[in-house]
């Protein structure tokens, strides 16, 4: 008889309550937005707890977890830790730079990180389209009535 792993079930179930605990602290709905900020991690909650019943529920019927064949997949392909590195300064990009630089510096960034983990070479075009992309968040935020602080908090605006 195989191993059956019930341990990733419950991490999923786990995971999914932890995130529904901390969203029910959020506001779920808003009198000008309609939408709170603790519903979408709510809605995240309920269907990470979802799937994982739901995955309990195949391994009891013992549905076999084998590797799958990808299609363009090399066995000696090694880990681009470079990429791994600027994927990870981008996600700790905010962290260090969200209350001094504001949302949109910050987020332009977030996407020249990721831009240049992908291998992307073109520094001012990966700019240029994370600053318009970011301001376009910015102000849609902005309309649902989320305030993301100053547009460029440096030049005080």
């Given at each position: 008889?195989?191993?059956r ?17 901390k969203a ?7 009198q000008y ?6 519903f979408?991690p709510?809605?995240?909650g ?9 995955l309990?529920?195949?391994i009891?019927?013992?549905v076999?977890f ?6 363009d997949?090399s ?6 830790y470079?990429?791994?590195g600027?994927?990870a300064?981008?996600c ?12 949109v ?10 831009a240049?983990?992908f291998?992307?070479e073109?520094?001012l075009?990966n700019?240029?389209?994370g600053f318009v992309?970011?301001i376009?968040c910015?102000?849609?935020?902005r ?13 005080g605006?």
């Amino acid at each position: 008889m195989t191993e059956r792993p019930y341990w990733i079930a419950a991490g999923t179930v786990g995971w999914g309550a932890i995130v529904l605990l901390k969203a029910a602290e959020l506001p779920q709905f808003d009198q000008y937005a309609y939408i709170g900020p603790g519903f979408l991690p709510s809605a995240v909650g309920v269907g990470l707890v979802l799937l994982g019943l739901m995955l309990a529920v195949q391994i009891r019927q013992g549905v076999p977890f084998e590797e799958q064949e990808a299609e363009d997949v090399s066995e000696t392909h090694a880990v681009s830790y470079k990429a791994l590195g600027l994927s990870a300064a981008a996600c700790a990009l905010p962290l260090l730079t969200m209350p001094k630089l504001g949302f949109v510096i910050t987020c332009t960034g977030c996407f020249v990180l990721v831009a240049a983990a992908f291998k992307s070479e073109r520094w001012l075009f990966n700019t240029a389209i994370g600053f318009v992309f970011s301001i376009i968040c910015w102000w849609v935020f902005r309309k649902l009535g989320v305030q993301l602080g100053g547009f460029l908090p440096l030049m005080g605006v």
